[in-house]
């Protein structure tokens, strides 16, 4: 067969099998769409059914076969990630910047503190830490995916429960913001490479200059152009990013925080992200699990990913407890807040990946992530839709 002819079967197989699982075992309450397409790419790689059937993978999943996934899902991802930077309301947390900040910072730093802890532990043993680590990139890296909430699956999942227009709604997506800014930051850290520094220092300055006559740009032209504008603004950041260094995901949300939502249609930008979610992010869920490995050992992974998990669900409620005590909110509130920030779901997993292709943690390491951020994303419809039930006026109570 041609190679156009398997890309096409593998194309058939990542958009048949998760919608399959999804509709036919109705899934959706404990586990979304996008959700189940990030285990079914788990289930199809490598490590479950390429090992189950080496010469299925070996055929399917051949190395040009994987070259073009990888193409549709580097673009695929870079378009989620900028829509994610657009979507930041960071006029709003600056309004509110003393219940935001303090919020934020405890439901981030909580787990963030936890997380490294279980990455020094992970250190004791080899074959956690990736080739080209150093120890505090590994555990910073590490303690930051534990902190991680994912604002695009979030704001999925709210509008499921019916609460994004509501007042704690919009509160939530506050902390998230700023939580936002504080990854791809720390990710920036991570990366930084001492012996290009001058390329990044470069990269930095031409956005900061380059990015005042764009929004000026912006703010000139009808609705109709930017998108074309924007879109040609994320290929120009991305190659930049990665050029110096940074990679080209930061570039990405770089692109997307500088531009304000207000300058497109708010149904529009909604639609397009469902858009990008349904027509392409699942070849970047396959892709994902295809860089899934279990070589250290099933039950190594496994631990390693309770242990993560436990760190961050403990660390996020911690961290909002600690926050509705110095605020003073009312009883329950604050676990509300803690479980629907628990949403980690791909930004944790993009985040991960790029740990990843930096060589900051191994594939076993990118494997147990990948388990504790859809453990993590699983849990939190359960758990909140009861508590919702319970506490309709603090759903309907601004703050």
Same mark, same amino acid.
Not at 276 to 287: D, G, R, Y
């Given at each position: ?16 099998? !998760? ?12 586990? !979304? ?118 604002? !695009? ?247």
């Amino acid at each position: 067969m041609s190679t156009t002819e398997i890309f096409l079967i593998a194309m058939l197989i990542v958009f048949t099998v !998760p919608y399959l699982i999804w509709r036919l075992g109705r899934t959706e309450y404990f586990a !979304p769409l996008v959700v189940v397409q990030i285990i079914t790419g788990i289930l199809l790689g490598p490590g479950i059914l390429g090992a189950a059937f080496p010469d299925y993978y070996q055929f399917v999943f051949s190395a040009p076969v994987i070259q073009s996934l990888n193409g549709i899902a580097w673009w695929a991802v870079m378009v989620f990630v900028w829509i994610a930077g657009i979507e930041l309301d960071l006029h709003k947390a600056w309004e509110h910047r003393f219940e935001s900040g303090i919020t934020a910072g405890l439901a981030l730093g909580v787990p963030l503190a936890f997380g490294s802890l279980a990455a020094l532990g992970l250190l004791m043993f080899p074959g956690w830490i990736g080739a080209k680590a150093l120890p505090w990139q590994f555990v910073l890296g590490i303690g930051m995916s534990c902190a991680v909430t994912a604002l !695009p699956i979030l704001i999925l999942l709210m509008e499921k429960l019916d609460i994004l227009r509501q007042p704690v709604g919009q509160r939530i997506l506050r902390y998230a913001s700023l939580d936002d800014i504080a990854i791809w930051g720390v990710l920036a850290l991570i990366l930084m490479d001492w012996q290009r520094v001058g390329k990044q220092g470069a990269f930095l300055l031409a956005f900061v200059v380059v990015g005042y006559g764009f929004r000026k740009l912006m703010q000139a032209i009808p609705e109709r152009d930017r998108w074309y504008a924007g879109l040609i603004w994320l290929a120009a950041c991305g190659l930049g990013a990665d050029w110096s260094g940074l990679h080209y995901m930061v570039g990405a949300f770089l692109a997307g925080a500088s531009i304000d939502s207000n300058w497109f249609d708010r149904n529009k930008m909604d639609a397009l992200r469902g858009h990008v979610l349904l027509v392409v992010m699942p070849v970047f869920f396959l892709s994902t699990g295809l860089r899934t490995n279990w070589q250290v050992g099933g039950a190594a992974v496994g631990v390693a990913a309770a242990v993560m998990l436990v760190a961050s669900v403990t660390g996020k409620l911690i961290g909002t407890q600690l926050a509705g005590k110095i605020l003073k909110w009312q009883p329950g509130e604050a676990s509300l807040i803690g479980w629907l920030l628990q949403t980690k779901a791909l930004i944790m997993i993009i985040f991960a990946n790029v740990l990843l292709d930096k060589a900051i943690i191994t594939n076993e390491t990118f494997t147990a992530l990948l388990l504790m951020a859809v453990a993590s994303t699983m849990l939190t419809v359960p758990v909140v839709s009861p508590k919702l039930a319970r506490m309709k006026e603090i759903v309907f109570r601004a703050k």
